[in-house]
Every structure is written in C-alpha cells, then in structure tokens.
C-alpha cells in the first residue's frame, strides 16, 4: 500500500516538474534587455546584490528603459543560482548553471557573478568563449586582474565594477595609522581565512605593517571550513597582541569567530572585515562586544549611510523603503546597483547590444554612482583612491555606543577614533 | 504492522517470447531478433543521435549524465566484487589533477593527458585504497569516504598544483562533436565492456569474491589481488570521467573532490538498480537531466530533487532497471489463492 | 593550560554531535544521514519559536526538542521502515532527506546574520588566566551529563539494551520479543533528540546556517567510526583524541592543518583497527 501511494506521488511530482520544463524560455522576444544574474543566490552578498540590481533596474524601467540605438527598451533580469556560495557545490556545476542561463535566456550582458573566486577565474574562460559582458561586483580576488593580462584581447569581455583585496587593505592600513598615531598601539595578530583574497588582504597589510613599525605577534591563517579560532585568540592574548587583523567571508567562520572573540574577553580590537560583526544588526545579534571594533566597507554605500556623501544616503533609503531592512552585508551591495547604471549608460553610449561595440563603450565609462566616480583602468577595474569625485571610494567605520561611525578617510569622518576603555592602560 | 490475509497472489510467467527467445530459437524470426536486440540497441542509437538533435546546453546535459553514467558504471563494478564505495569523488578528482597537471605545466593536449591520467589515476586510487582492501563492508566504505575530503583540504592547505583557486585555461578538446562523442562513446564501449566482463570468468571470480571470498580463497585464488585489480579497473574509469571533464570545462580546482561526485553515483545506482551495469547506467540517464530541468525551478530544485529520489527509492527498491527488466520478461497476474 | 580547557570544549563539543548519531548508528545499527540536517533544523525551530512566537527561551529549546524526537521518529516510519535491510537504499533516502531539509531551509530565507540563538548566560569566569564564558562551561556540563546518562541508559535500562540486541542479531532480539519497529524508531526519535539538545547548547556559540548540517555529519561519522561503532566509551575517548588533536595542532603546528586531523585519524584508526578503539574486535568481520 505504502509503496502504491509512494508511486502515485512520485508520478504527481515528475508531472508537475515537466511542464515546467516545456515552457520555453522567453528569450526569443526582441523587446526586452536582458540582463544575466549568475550568482550564489543563498548569501548575503548574491542576495541583496540581486535587490539591488532589481532596485536599479525599476528605476530605469521606470523612465522608459535604455535607449538602445533609436528605440528605448526596458531591462529584464534573469537568474540563475551558481550556489557556489555553498561549500558541496562543485565548480563545474556552477559553470553548468551559468552556461545554460548564456545558452537558453540569451543575456546581453550579466552582473554580479558568481562568488566564490575559484568560480570566477573559471568563469573567465566560459565568458570569453561567449561573448557576453561580464560586470562582476561580488568577487575581490587580486588573481583576476593576473589572469585578464595574460591575454587582454581574449578576456575584455570581463570587468569588475567592486573592489579588490589590495584595496581593501589599503584602507585599514589608515586605520591602523590613525591607531598608532592617536593611541600608541603597535602590536598586531593577523588572522586571515585561507583563500587567496584574503590572505592578499592581510599579505598587504603585514608588508605595511612592518614598513610602519608595528610588531608582529602572530600570522596564523585558517582554512575556510574553521569553526573554532580558540587556538588563535589564545595566541593572540598571550602574545599581548592590541590588535586582531582578522578578514573572513565565510559567514559560519565569521559568525563563531565573533562569538569566540567576545567570549574569550581577548584585550584587542578587532580590524578589518569580519561581515557578521559589521552589519546593522550586529549590535543585536553578536551583542555589545561588537562596540569599538573597525571594519572596512568596500565599496562607500553598501550597508552605512555616510554623510557627507548623499549618494549613498539616498541608495540605502531606497532599499530600505523598498525592502524593509537594511543592506546586510558591508560590501559590495553599492556595486551591483552602480553596475546596472554602468551598463545602461555604455548601451546608450554604444547604440547597440553588440559585444564587441558595448566592451568599447564600457571601457570609456565615466560615471558618478553611489560609490564614487567610477573608471575603468587598462585592466578592467574600477579605480579606487581617496577622492569620491576622482575614483571610487570605500571607508572604514568602528562601532561607538551601538552606531557605525565612519573614521578613516579624513574627509568622509563623522568622529574619531575612540580607544575601548578596557584598553586604556 | 497490521495482519493481513492473503487473497490474492501475484503469478509471474515468462512471456511467450522470451521463452523462445531463450535458446536456439532466437533467430528463428526477427520477431525474436527484434525482442533481443531491441534493449541492447535502443541506448545506444538514442545516445548516437540525440547529440545531433539537440543544440548547446543539453549537449553539456548529455556529456554530463555520461559522465556521471562512468562513476556509476566504476561503482557498480566495485560494488560487484564486494566493494562497497563510497568515494567515487576520488577517482575523478585524482585523473582530473594528473589531467590538469599535465596541462598546466607542460601544456600537453587532451591527447596525451586523458590516457596518462587513465592510467594514472587507476594506479593511484589502486595504491592508495589497497592497504584498506582487508577491510569489509561499512569500514571500506568510510575510508573511501573521508580520503577525497582528505585530498581536497590537503589541496587546500598546502596550496600545491592550484590551492583553492585551482588550474584555469587548459587547453580544450579540439571540437564540441569530438567530445560529445568520445564521452558518448567512452560510456557506451564501458557499459557494454563491463556487462560482458561480469559474465565471463574473470568477472564470475569477481561476484564469488563479492559472495563468498573465503570460498574463493579456498579455492587458491588471490583474492586481493584481484580486488585490487578491480580498484584500478573502477579508479582508471573514474579518472576517464574526471580528465574528461576537466578538459571540457578547462578548468580544475579541489571542488573536483566534493561530494556530490560521490553521491550522485550512488543516487544512481540506487535508482537505477545495483548489480547490472545497465541500471546504474539508466540512473544517471534520468538522474542528472532530471537535476538540469530541475534548474528552472530555482530555489526549489534540491529539495524537490531529493524527494523524487527518496520516493523512487521506496517505491521501487530493487532499482528501475529490475523492475523494466521483469516487465519485459515477465506478464503478471492476480491470481486467487487456493 | 588555555590547550588543556579549549581542548576539553572541542572534544565535548564533538562528542555532542556525535552522541544522537551514535545511539542510531552505532548502537541500533540503523543508518540516519540526516543527523546534521536535524541538528541544525531543530537549531531553527527553536529560533522561530523565539522570535516568531515569543515564547520564553527554555520553552523554546524544549518544544524544538521535542519536535527533533517527533522528526526522527516519522523519518523512521516514513523512510527507514520502507526500506530496511537495504543498506544502500537505507543511506541513500536519508541523506537525501537530510539534504532536502536544508534545502527547504535555505529556500524559506534561513540564512544570514540574524539567525543566531542567544547566549543562556552572558559573561564568563577565569580559570587560571585563561577566559572561559558560561556558555562553554555549560557545553561542558551538559556533555558529561548526556554522555553519562547515554552510557547508563545503553548498558543498564531495558529499552537501551533492546537497543543493542537489535544490532547485534535481528532475528535473535525478535525472538525475545524486541519488535524491531517500534525499537528503532524509538532509537531514531532519541537519536534525533540528542541532536536537538546538542544544537540548543552549541549553536549560541555562532551563527546558524545550513553549511553546519554537512559539517555535523561528517564529524558525527568519524567520532563513530573511530571510537568503534557500538561503544559509548569509544564516542567519549574518540572525541578526546580527535579534538585535542585539533586543538594541539593549530597551537603547535598552525591552525591551517586543524581540519585535517579528524580525517588523518580517520583514516588511521581505520587501517590499523577498524572496528574503532573500543569496539569489539571482530576479527572475522571486519577483514578478510
């Protein structure tokens, strides 16, 4: 009997999955610009990216589209899920996902791309293969730009519209200048997850960290999968370490991390990028520990309102009212929404969706958006520096008395840098 | 479990046709011709020509379920002489880095790279599991399980032939049709070879072993030898599948080890029934296009996976290909008893 | 000295994961892949019962489980009992339902940072300068009490011991009078249970997320595979080698090659002595 029913069920359910299979996809309608979503659906960063590329892409809609030649034509985005956010997934699955998002919906061009960095060098060859437009805003490893020079011609195709490592960690170095020069700290235990972008990251840092004269307690980078960093906090607190360097984007290390790090009652200040500790909500979910910690939000945008830059008050007022909640993550979400303008100013630029006509507008970019002005350098990058109205900006903030207060560059500051009081000697 | 009477019995006879199919009548028409061949040819004229009907992506579709065919194909010859795997992810991820590796570095065509890693991989996985080749049942089946975990963090750890960024831009097959129709072909020649083999000497020493091994030792015959015979056959299959794929999307990096390569095998084997190569084989036919057409449901299409392949699997236990197997053979009829 | 205690908190920490999985694996012989996925679920439930339902903190963690028992025990009737005997078949459907379990969750939004289970006490104590908050001290606690009360409930009650006969001869333990049935899914709903008590103690350590399903899993498989299947002791001491293995390597050596050692020691224990540390050495089962 059981078995009877169990036919039943598994008829009804291939039955309903097959329909969905014969229903061609609309790529066959000349009317809308499609634009390709391949990304880790399931995080943060691919979620509220994708929110925000939707935000962007009503907005254009909403003027009438993208002029494309003589004729304006609305946006339609199309998603696949690469779950390579998730540590099962396989790279070739995830290249399967955004070969047939390529093959069946015909994007003209697609954004954010996948997330994982082992993703995205392979995803280089597949674009190039295909010809379509690449505009990530997610991945920050520095082995792009490495591989986009071993063959500029082929992988023009490919642009990254975010920041990378080098940046990033470009930006905490003020920081950690601010910290010395205010406070005399000089003692620091690097903690970086054990993927290329991040252990770029914190490879900067050191090198500027030991031209500055600070003291290098400990350099212990953990693999990716961690879920106890004991070990290293231990170090960190014998060694007398003042500062925690820590970079992590996995969120189930980042989230045990700062738990760990409030738990153990680690005399240090946490620097750097840690997302969990980092997002709005910290305060409630973490706890009151988060208070004094620094990180960097790449790029300006992405989850603080700042100020003295308006652009980006307006974008997180638009999400929110639009979404209900915040940006979660403090990276990247400004990106995507940027990317989306980018692109629809090279297609008017360019008058038509032809690859190679859109890959020689876009290299011309010039565009003032929510992080900053954006340009392309020869690698296909957006420049970053510390001028909103020359490159784009990014800026670091430290959490004073439950608000994220931006300290680092000078001009986007709304405070100081405060001491915690437990460090006060 | 509640009592019940039986009323009703099923009675299972052999058709007509198979009972003269059975002997030397076989070619007595083509009626019986046709019944024998048909199953034997269907496949393989389907996997020969759907390649020239459909375009792009479900091309990728088929060389991907031929390639997951081949680890299930590897699991069932395993399976057949006792050994039950659970680590099918090791053998492809082994032949995909000597592929990768020696097309990175010394930038040897798909040529060279596919038989080296062949029978590298072979030799690999037989020296690395034949210490554990004493072990029974469950036992073996954890070693197999925890070693490509074990490669993969090594991979990851230590950083060599590509860390967690792995080895991009290897060279490509010289064209799409040689690789639909060598993957075809490798599966296809495979499925055939091993169905062959488990029936001729070599493999009836196999399936003792898998019976009985301490008959088989008794009879003085090596049967570690032979089981480790069987691990480089199985690993050399598996590495086919893994330098194959590495070529195609060029590109390898330590997901090659992840353990979806292990379980979609075994999914398929399950489903398509263990213990005839062809069951396996008819499991990854429908397993991995199902998983693909899945794709546009999106968020759903794990979970709706899954639960096709849990009812599948209560439902019919012994595997589809039992079951499409007695059905062609076999009438049934409900019969009153006594 | 900081080694000694964070390796104790390690070694429970594991011992915990693997202690449902043990009851039903190890002891009762029946195989439930969907162990990590339940530990997590029931880590979500009680989330939703806090935050959803506002109800008070102990209820929450009681009613989630409870509801991990009542979980276990349908995946008994509704898979296992369909395919039992079928060892394959038996791996296959409940990893799949382990894994359409935390997909589900992944699909309804269970991810990001604000699933995460409050502390039961904040602050901490010192012992001897190292910082050890309330929170480990009670994993610690609530690890000994489980293990020991699984080692008295497996050894000395009768459902325990119906549980062992069981797995040791199926036929036999009928004979007797075990209905195998109603045994084994009693064995899977405490398994189950377990797995929730595990969680609602672990989890305010870190965030929640659907990855930790896997990672449970496999942790829960190599402490019962190298403490030997039907043993309790062997989950115990198991735990102890392979979480002050983890710990002394990241102190001694570098954290990078903390994850390697459970699989190291898999493996290991598996070549020289695969029915675990503590299992019974059956020669003529275990090789050839």
């Known amino acids: ?38 990304t880790s659906v399931y995080t943060p960063f691919g979620r509220d990216g994708l929110k925000a590329v939707n935000m962007a892409v009503e907005e254009i809609n909403a003027k009438g589209g993208v002029l494309v030649g003589k004729e304006k034509r609305p946006f339609k985005v199309v998603v696949t899920d690469t779950r390579d956010g998730e540590p099962t997934t396989p790279v070739h699955d995830a290249l399967m996902a955004y070969e047939k998002l390529i093959l069946e919906q015909k994007p003209h061009a697609t954004l954010i791309a996948p997330f994982r ?153 946490v620097v750097g990028f840690v997302p969990p500790m980092a997002a709005p909500d910290a305060w409630k979910n973490i706890g009151k520990d988060v208070e004094y910690s620094i ?25 929110q009212k639009k979404y209900g909640k915040a940006p979660e993550a403090a990276a990247v979400n400004s990106s995507a929404y940027d990317s989306v303008y980018i692109l629809a100013a090279a297609i008017e630029r360019a008058g038509s969706l032809d690859p190679d006509k859109l890959v020689t507008a876009l290299e011309q970019t010039d565009y003032r958006g929510v992080s900053g002005r954006l340009r392309f350098n020869k690698d296909h990058i957006v420049v970053f520096g510390s001028n909103p109205e020359e490159t784009g900006v990014c800026v670091v903030f430290q959490w004073q008395k439950g608000k994220r207060v931006p300290i680092y560059p000078a001009f986007l500051a709304e405070g100081k840098v405060a001491l915690p009081p437990w460090m006060k000697k | 479990m509640a009592e019940v009477e039986a009323r009703y019995r099923k009675k299972r006879l052999d058709r007509g046709i198979k009972a003269r199919a059975d002997t030397i009548f076989a070619i007595a028409s083509y009626r019986e011709i046709l019944y024998l061949l048909l199953p034997r040819a269907l496949p393989v004229i389907l ?122 831009s290897l060279a490509p097959f010289p064209n799409e049709w040689v690789a639909i129709y060598l993957a075809v072909g490798a599966f296809l020649v495979c499925l055939f070879v091993f169905r062959r083999a488990i029936n001729e000497d070599y493999g009836l020493v196999l399936k003792a072993i ?11 015959i090596n049967i570690y030898w032979r089981k480790t015979q069987a691990l480089f056959v199985a690993g050399a299959v598996g590495a086919f599948a893994g330098a194959f794929m590495t070529h195609h999307y060029q590109f390898v990096g330590m997901s090659v080890f992840a353990l979806d ?19 396996p084989a008819l499991g990854s036919m429908i397993l991995v296009p199902l998983s693909e057409a899945l794709r546009a449901l999106g968020g759903l299409r794990i979970a709706l996976y899954c639960f096709i392949l849990i009812l599948s699997v209560i439902a019919l236990p012994e595997g589809i290909f039992h079951y499409i197997e007695r059905k062609y053979h076999q009438f049934e009829r409900l019969v009153r008893v006594g | 000295m900081s080694l000694l205690i964070y390796g104790t908190i390690s070694s429970i920490v594991l011992a915990l994961y693997a202690a449902g999985f043990s009851l039903t694996y190890g002891i009762s012989g029946l195989a439930n892949f969907a ?62 339902a382990g894994v359409a379990i935390l997909e589900l969750l992944m699909w309804k939004g269970f991810y990001g940072i604000q699933y995460s289970l409050p502390l039961f006490l904040e602050g901490g104590v010192e012992i001897k300068g190292v910082a050890v908050d309330y929170q480990r001290l009670f994993v610690i606690g609530t690890g000994v009490v489980l293990v020991g009360l699984l080692w008295l409930f497996v050894h000395h009650t009768k459902i325990g011991l119906a549980f062992r006969g069981m797995a040791q001869n199926e036929r036999t333990a009928l004979s007797v009078g075990i209905e195998s049935d109603w045994i084994g899914s009693l064995s899977l709903a405490f398994g189950s249970a377990l797995a929730g008590v595990a969680a609602i103690v672990i989890l305010p350590m870190g965030l929640m997320e659907s990855a930790i399903g896997y990672e449970v ?72």
């Open chain 1, 1 to 38: 009997m059981g078995k009877k029913i169990c036919l039943v069920l598994l008829t009804m359910l291939i039955g309903i999955s097959c329909p969905v299979v014969l229903i061609p996809a609309s790529s066959h309608s000349a009317e809308p610009v499609i634009i390709g979503v391949p």
């Open chain 1, 117 to 269: 960095s082992e993703t995205i060098i392979a995803s280089m060859d597949l674009v190039a293969k295909y010809k379509v437009p690449q505009l990530q805003t997610i991945a920050q490893t520095p082995q792009f730009q490495v591989k986009f020079r071993t063959d500029p011609e082929k992988y023009k195709y490919l642009f990254r519209v975010t920041t990378d490592a080098a940046i990033d960690a470009g930006y905490i170095s003020g920081a950690l200048d601010a910290l010395k020069a205010d406070f005399g700290l000089n003692q620091v235990y690097f903690i970086p997850q054990d993927t290329l972008w991040a252990l770029g990251f914190i490879g900067v840092l050191r090198k500027y960290c030991e031209k500055t004269g600070w003291q290098e307690v400990g350099y212990e980078p953990y693999a990716a999968g961690a879920t106890d960093f004991s070990p290293g906090l231990t170090k960190a607190k014998e060694g007398k370490a003042q500062v925690i360097a820590m970079v992590w984007d996995v969120p189930l290390g980042a989230g045990i991390f700062s738990k760990q790090w409030a738990a153990m009652k680690v005399p240090a200040l």
């Open chain 1, 295 to 319: 990180h960097v939000e790449f790029p300006v945008g992405a989850s603080v309102p700042l100020k003295k830059l308006p652009k980006t008050v307006e974008f997180l007022d638009k999400f």
């Open chain 2, 47 to 168: 996997l020969l020509v759907l390649p020239l009907l459909f375009k792009g992506y479900w091309n990728k579709v088929i060389i991907y379920s031929c390639m997951i065919g081949l680890l299930a194909l590897s699991w069932d010859f395993l399976a057949s002489c006792g050994l039950f795997s659970l680590g099918q992810s090791l053998f492809f991820g082994l032949g995909a880095y000597v592929a990768g590796t020696l097309s990175y570095y010394f930038h040897w065509s798909p040529i060279f790279t596919i038989p080296i890693a062949v029978l590298g991989g072979g030799l690999l996985s037989a020296g690395l599991l034949s210490p554990v080749l004493r072990l029974r049942g469950v036992y073996f089946a954890m070693v197999t399980l925890m070693m490509p975990l074990l490669f993969m963090k090594m991979i990851e750890t230590t950083g060599l032939v590509g860390g967690s960024h792995g080895l991009s």
């Open chain 2, 210 to 220: 898998r019976d009985d091994d301490r008959a088989v030792m008794s009879a003085a």
């Open chain 2, 261 to 279: 390569y292990s379980i979609l095998p075994l999914a398929a084997s399950a489903l398509g029934g263990p213990g005839t190569f062809a069951g």
């Open chain 3, 35 to 96: 162990h990590g996925a339940l530990y997590i679920l029931s880590g979500f439930i009680a989330w939703s019962f806090l935050n959803q339902v506002e109800l008070p903190y102990f209820l929450s963690a009681l009613l989630s489980i409870i509801i991990s028992g009542l979980i276990g025990f349908g995946i008994y009737w509704g898979l296992l009992l369909r395919v039992r005997g079928i060892p394959l078949a038996e791996l296959v459907v409940t990893f799949a």
């Open chain 3, 217 to 288: 899993l496999i942790y829960a498989l190599a402490v019962a595979i190298v403490g030997g299947l039907e043993s309790t002791s062997g989950v115990i001491v198991a735990s102890f080698i392979l979480g002050f293995g983890q710990v002394a390597t990241a102190k001694f050596l570098s954290a990078k090659w903390m994850i390697i050692v459970p699989l190291v020691a898999i493996i290991f224990v598996l070549v020289i002595r695969p029915s675990g540390l503590f299992g019974k050495f059956k020669e003529l089962e275990e090789r050839i």
